[in-house]
């Protein structure tokens, strides 16, 4: 057991900084007087104690953190985090369960962004603004964050950085030192967050709501101050705006990060991920307008239009942002923007899904298995820009396919066999395994998560941890041979 201890010092560390993160919302409440303030106090004072207790009872057996430590860090991170990022809804939130709260707290975290909470618009602004934070720290992610802020984690740094970044390419490095790569992210993550903001209020948002929300769409998230989410606003301004920045979000941060380091629009010339990204979604608009509008859905083309590009880019992104019930589509339609979520997002980005490269990979190697089918004796690598994928590489992304399809069927089959209806089961399984949102059926956007039974909640939300971490960062740290010596 000692061994793991050097891992609990650097999770105290983590702990203390994650409560000194909250008094970002603490001082909105003080600033605006809402009356969340309190709860802001009580919930930094005792995850503050927590991290601090834990982290002086192991600080004798402080070292740098292994391969096998940064697995465990990180998913123990990502299961405590919640626990405490609940605290400031439990304390003002009445008769909020801790089943519900730990649910949107994780959601949060992971921007998954389905909520199980209702009346957001009564919220005070820091109960809303804490609850779309967590989008943004954890879009990042929490352990890229301490990476960059705490580079005496040395080696151990670059162990939890792997672990943490999502991606088939997640070897490659910006920097030869792993925390300055996290300060160049998070640096143009910033910068991007500051410009959605901006555009936002620009388009006709009010100066905390575009706040509150350029945190949920940098983060690709989907939470909202709102209940209508937003729909409420009813803006083709501010729909705009979120599809803008919602597809620079689903683009790779390192290619952001070259892009501004160069101060060149090469980076995205390069980035093999961008063109299938686009195009799949231009594709999906196109084809959906068109099914939609022969269908009579909507009362015009451009309000069909209108729909189609919102919702296609916010469920491709795993967004999860919403203006209409799209559960009134045909099931067609649903479907495809359901599954747009699986996929579409580049990898290094804050998006869900099996990323982009992932699909790029796996279409080549079926093809390739295709000619080789074909022509037994012919030799045909994998290739992404003319550039060679190892053998190592194409394993990887298809075991990845494989556990993504599996945990898909057995946990939609788990919450079948809890009384949960297939369609809920089944799109609530696929929303959060890729971090998306809402789903259909009882769980689409006109609704939400808060009908679920207590065993249902839990179980999406070790489904949205599970995706967060892309399935194997979770699985490594269940299997028994990784806690044997």
């Not at 990042?140 to 670059?158: D, F, S, T």
Request: aromatic share 12%; hydrophobic share 55%.
């Amino acid at each position: 057991m000692r061994s793991y201890f050097p891992v609990l010092n650097v999770l105290g560390m983590i702990v203390m900084m994650f409560g000194l993160v909250m008094s970002f919302p603490l001082a909105v409440s003080w600033f605006v007087e809402d009356g969340a303030t309190l709860a802001f106090d009580h919930a930094i004072a005792a995850t503050f104690a927590t991290g601090l207790l834990l982290w002086l009872t192991t600080l004798r057996y402080k070292r740098d953190l292994h391969t096998r430590d940064g697995f465990l860090l990180v998913a123990l991170t990502w299961i405590v985090m919640p626990i405490f990022g609940a605290l400031p809804l439990l304390d003002f939130i009445p008769d909020l369960s801790f089943t519900d709260a730990y649910f949107e707290a994780a959601s949060g975290l992971t921007t998954t962004g389905a909520t199980a909470l209702v009346g957001l618009d009564r919220l005070p602004i820091s109960i809303n603004l804490w609850r779309c934070f967590l989008h943004w720290v954890g879009g990042m992610g929490v352990i890229v964050l301490m990476v960059a802020i705490l580079p005496l984690l040395g080696i151990g740094g670059r162990q939890m950085f792997k672990a943490e970044t999502p991606g088939p390419m997640k070897e490659s490095s910006l920097t030869p030192r792993i925390a300055e790569t996290a300060k160049g992210l998070w640096t143009v993550y910033v910068l991007l967050t500051i410009a959605c903001g901006i555009s936002l209020y620009g388009a006709g948002m009010p100066g905390w709501e575009a706040l509150i929300h350029a945190f949920s769409i940098m983060g690709l998230g989907g939470f909202s101050s709102k209940d209508a989410s937003l729909g409420y606003f009813d803006s083709v301004p501010v729909e705009i705006v979120t599809i803008v920045f919602a597809l620079l979000a689903g683009f790779n941060y390192a290619t952001h990060y070259l892009a501004f380091a160069r101060r060149s629009l090469k980076p995205y010339g390069n980035d093999a991920e961008i063109p299938w990204f686009l195009v799949a979604l231009l594709v999906s608009i196109v084809a959906l307008t068109g099914y939609l509008w022969t269908q009579g859905v909507h009362e015009d083309l451009a309000a069909t239009l209108r729909y189609v590009a919102f919702h296609a880019v916010s469920l491709a992104t795993s967004l999860g942002l919403a203006t209409y019930d799209y559960t009134a589509w045909p099931m067609f339609a649903q479907l495809w923007i359901l599954f747009l979520g699986s996929f579409a997002a580049c990898s290094g980005s804050t998006g869900g899904g099996i990323k982009m490269m992932r699909a790029i990979i796996l279409y080549k190697q079926v093809f390739r298995e295709i000619v080789r089918s074909l022509h037994p004796a012919a030799v045909r690598p994998v290739r992404i820009r003319r550039h060679p994928v190892s053998e190592e590489v194409l394993h990887a992304v298809l075991s990845f396919s494989f556990m993504y399809m599996v945990s898909i069927v057995v946990l939609s089959l788990v919450l079948s066999a809890s009384g949960l209806d297939i369609i809920s089961a089944f799109s609530g399984v696929v929303a959060c395994l890729n971090n998306t949102g809402p789903g259909l059926g009882a769980l689409g956007p006109a609704s939400n998560y808060q009908g679920l039974t207590d065993f249902q909640t839990w179980v999406l939300s070790f489904t949205m941890i599970l995706g967060r971490l892309e399935i194997f960062t979770l699985l490594v740290v269940m299997t028994p041979v990784f806690w044997r010596r």
